[in-house]
C-alpha cells in the first residue's frame, strides 16, 4: 500500500509517501519538510494565522514536486494530522486532504499528532530489530515536544494510557520562552542546546525542579519560566548582559527541565517494568537529553533505549504515514476528519499512578 501523508500540527509544512506493508517493513519514497521558522522568528513564536498562509501556499508546491517525481500516481490512503495543534493550521491540511481524496477517490486515516511521534521510533533500525524480537512492549513513552510532554505506559502501539502530562507549559515551550526573554531568539530550544555546552558555574545560578518530588507524572515549566524572570532582578546590568551569565543560565535552565524528565521517566520504569523506554518528540532531538537517558538507562539493564532519528524527531509527515497505515490495517475507529487543537492520546491512567 502506497501513504501519502500530511502533517500542518504547527508551522512545519510537510508531506510524505511511503510503501507500507507493515511497522517494520515499508520504505520512505519522499518526505518534505518546508519549515516556518525564519518567518515567525521576529515575533519570538509561531503566529498562528501566518503559519496558516504559509501551510495554504506551501501545499500545492510541495504535492507539485512529488508529482514531478511519479511518486503519486498509485497512491492507495492518504493520512492527515487532525491534531493536537493550531487548529487554523490543522484544517489547511485536512481541506487539502480532502481535495486530493475527492479528485484520485481515495480514503483519508485522522491521525493523532502525539501518536505519530511514537511511531517515528520505527525509523530507528535498532528498534526495529528489537521490536521484531518481541523485545520492545511493554514500553514507557516520553514525548517531549514544542507544546506537549506526556508520559505514557504502552501495552502496544494503539493502546496507551497516560501517566502525566504537563499542566502549563510544555518541555519546549518553556525552554523557547526563556530563550525568548534571554534574548536569544526562536525556536529557542536548539540555540538553549548549542550555549549550553558553554555554561560555567561562575555564577552560581540556582532554578527550581518543578513539581520533582512530587508523588505523580505530571509536569508543570510555567514556574520555571518565572523563576528565571525574578532571578535576574537578583544581578547587576552589566552581568546580565555578558555572554558568561547567558551561558550559565540557559545551562541550569536546560538542566532543570532535563532533571525533571528523567526523575519522573525514572520513577515510572521503576514501577511499570517495562521492556523499553521511548522518547520522542522536538526537543528528544537535544543530544544532551539523549545522553543523560542513556547515562539513566544502565540503571535498568534488561530495558531498551530507543530514540528517532534527528529529522524524524520533530514534526513530519513520515510518522503520520506510518500511524496512519497502522490505524487503517489494524481495522481501528479513525475518528473524526476535523480539526482538533486539544485533541488527548486515548486512555486515562488515573488508576496505575504510583
Not at 513564536?45 to 511518486?71: C, D, M, R
Not at 530507528?124 to 511493554?138: A, D, T, Y
Not at 507544546?147 to 501495552?155: A, K, P, Q, S, V
Not at 551569565?245 to 517495562?274: G, H, S, W, Y
Request: charge should be positive; include cysteine; hydrophobic fraction near 40%.
Amino acid at each position: 500500500m502506497r501513504v501519502l501523508s500530511l502533517d500542518t500540527s504547527c508551522d512545519d509544512t510537510s508531506l510524505a509517501i511511503l510503501e507500507w506493508q507493515s511497522p517494520t517493513k515499508f520504505s520512505l519514497l519522499f518526505n518534505f519538510v518546508s519549515s516556518q521558522a525564519k518567518i515567525h522568528a521576529p515575533f519570538g513564536g509561531v503566529w498562528p494565522y501566518l503559519a496558516k498562509l504559509e501551510h495554504k501556499k506551501n501545499l500545492p508546491i510541495i504535492f507539485k514536486k512529488a508529482q514531478k517525481s511519479g511518486l503519486t500516481k498509485k497512491i492507495d490512503l492518504i493520512a492527515v494530522t487532525v491534531g493536537p495543534g493550531l487548529e487554523p493550521c490543522l484544517w489547511e491540511g485536512i481541506n487539502f486532504a480532502q481535495k486530493l481524496a475527492k479528485e484520485f477517490s481515495l480514503e483519508i486515516v485522522p491521525v493523532n499528532h502525539l501518536e505519530a511521534h511514537i511511531f517515528a521510533n520505527f525509523f530507528s533500525k535498532k528498534f526495529q530489530r528489537e521490536f521484531q524480537i518481541k523485545n520492545v512492549l511493554p514500553a514507557i513513552s516520553l514525548i517531549v515536544s514544542g507544546g506537549h510532554t506526556l508520559l505514557i505506559f504502552m501495552e502496544n502501539f494503539g493502546k496507551y494510557q497516560v501517566l502525566g502530562e504537563t499542566r502549563d507549559d510544555a518541555a519546549g515551550e518553556c525552554l523557547d520562552k526563556i530563550a525568548r526573554f534571554l534574548g536569544l531568539g526562536y525556536p529557542g530550544g536548539p540555540i538553549i542546546e548549542r550555549i549550553a555546552k558553554k555554561g560555567k558555574r561562575k555564577y552560581q545560578i540556582s532554578l527550581p525542579r518543578p513539581m520533582i518530588k512530587q508523588k505523580n507524572y505530571d509536569f508543570s515549566f510555567s514556574g520555571l519560566k518565572t523563576a528565571v524572570v525574578y532571578l535576574t532582578r537578583k544581578f547587576d546590568q552589566k552581568i546580565l548582559l555578558s555572554k558568561d551569565f547567558i551561558f550559565e543560565m540557559a545551562r541550569e535552565a536546560q538542566d532543570a527541565v532535563f532533571d525533571v524528565l528523567i526523575e519522573k521517566t525514572k520513577r515510572a520504569i521503576k514501577f511499570f517494568k517495562p521492556k523499553s523506554l521511548l522518547l520522542s518528540g522536538g526537543v528528544a532531538a537535544n543530544k544532551t537529553l539523549q545522553n543523560r537517558f542513556e547515562k539513566m538507562i544502565k540503571e535498568f539493564p534488561k530495558v531498551n533505549f530507543f530514540v528517532p532519528p534527528k529529522e524524524f524527531c520533530t514534526d513530519n509527515a513520515a510518522m503520520v504515514g506510518l500511524c496512519g497505515a497502522f490505524s487503517f490495517f489494524s481495522s481501528r475507529s479513525f475518528g473524526k476528519l476535523e480539526a482538533d487543537g486539544n485533541l488527548k492520546l486515548y486512555g486515562d491512567s488515573k488508576n496505575l499512578r504510583s
